[in-house]
């Protein structure tokens, strides 16, 4: 539970980190994806959540 809550604090860290330090950009991107079809969000999420897991599972692993 507490590698659970120490990611979720450092998902936090990086989004204030976007929102904080670059608005005008964060602004941008999220125009961005207003325009971005369904499927490649859904594709872009899988292929996140896939990183995410091959990470988690390399540094877990070593």
Do not use: K
């Amino acid at each position: 539970m507490q590698d659970f809550l120490a990611a979720i604090g450092l998902v936090l860290v990086i989004e204030g980190l976007v929102y904080g330090g670059f608005p005008a950009l964060a602004r941008t991107l999220a125009a961005e994806v207003l325009s971005l079809p369904e499927n490649v969000l859904r594709i872009a999420g899988l292929a996140a959540i896939a990183l995410g897991v091959a990470i988690v599972w390399l540094v877990r692993g070593c």
